[in-house]
């Protein structure tokens, strides 16, 4: 269980940390080929490799647009989410956006998992 455990958080910080380094030279959804690098290097089944980019992108995301809210005051969130219906809530706006980006990590990590050969059954 433990063994399991371990695997998850290491897939979660690797496509967090490689989404980061990605993102800086790369487009946005240069986040999906992360999470697909590292689900496919690191053996889960479909489902985790999914939650495990989902809760990786989640985490980055949230982080860096809480950081960009606060560093100007939170004066665009809060325009761009009265343009969104979101009642001017930056928060709101923050958990809408890392849950979109986490969507897209999750689908790149299914994505790589999926492609993982399976595993070889022996017959005696």
């Known amino acids: 269980m433990i063994y399991y455990t371990m695997r998850m958080i290491l897939s979660i910080l690797l496509t ?5 380094l990605a993102g800086m030279f790369l487009p946005w959804w240069s986040i999906a080929v992360a ?50 219906k979101l009642g001017g809530s ?4 923050i958990l809408v956006t890392a849950f979109i980006g986490g969507l897209v990590g999750g689908f790149g990590a299914m994505a790589g998992s999926s492609l993982r050969p399976a595993p070889k059954i022996r017959r005696y």
């Not at 967090?16 to 980061?20: G, K």
Request: proline share 2%.
């Open 16 to 20: 967090a940390a490689l989404s980061f």
């Open 90 to 93: 930056s928060i709101l706006l």
């Open 35 to 84: 999470a697909f690098l590292v689900a496919l290097l690191i053996p889960q089944t479909i489902s985790m490799s999914f939650l495990s980019g989902l809760i990786g992108i989640f985490l980055l995301w949230t982080i860096v647009a809480l950081w960009i809210d606060i560093k100007n005051n939170s004066v665009l969130s809060h325009k761009v989410s009265e343009l969104f």
